[in-house]
Nanobody
Framework: QVQLQESGGGLVQTGYSLTLSCSAS????????MGWFRQAPGKELEFVAA????????EYAAAVTGRFIISRDNGKNTVSLQMSSLKPEAPAVYYC?????????????????WGQGNKVAVSS
């Protein structure tokens, strides 16, 4: 069992940066791949970024490649999503998720544990 708690969301202006953090508690954090997903109003949950158990293998959605960075600190049981050059778009709730094993997946069904979500909005 893994409990996840996100923080760091909010409202930012276009072009600015924002970092989301996720703290994990419960079973060995380093046993799990970690990822970030987001959901805008009226839309399905979509993959944003993921990393394997040690953070050396990462993948990003095409829409955020080059602007977002996922990283993790297994000593602190945290995973972060650094978001830069943010674009004006509909507000979205960003979810931290833990995979079902040490190798990441990009599908919702690849994740076994979810945080409560944190809203991010970008104003023009």
């Amino acid at each position: 069992q893994v409990q996840l708690q996100e923080s760091g969301g909010g409202l930012v202006q276009t072009g600015y940066s924002l970092t989301l953090s996720c703290s994990a508690s419960g079973r060995a954090f380093s046993s799990y791949a970690m990822g970030w997903f987001r959901q805008a109003p009226g839309k399905e949950l979509e993959f944003v970024a993921a990393c394997n158990w040690n953070g050396n293998d990462v993948e990003y959605a095409a829409a955020v490649t080059g602007r977002f960075i996922i990283s993790r600190d297994n000593g602190k049981n945290t995973v972060s999503l650094q978001m830069s050059s943010l674009k004006p778009e509909a507000p979205a709730v960003y979810y931290c998720a833990a995979g079902r094993n040490s190798d990441y997946g990009t599908q919702v069904e690849d994740c076994g544990y979810w945080g409560q979500g944190n809203k991010v909005a970008v104003s023009s």
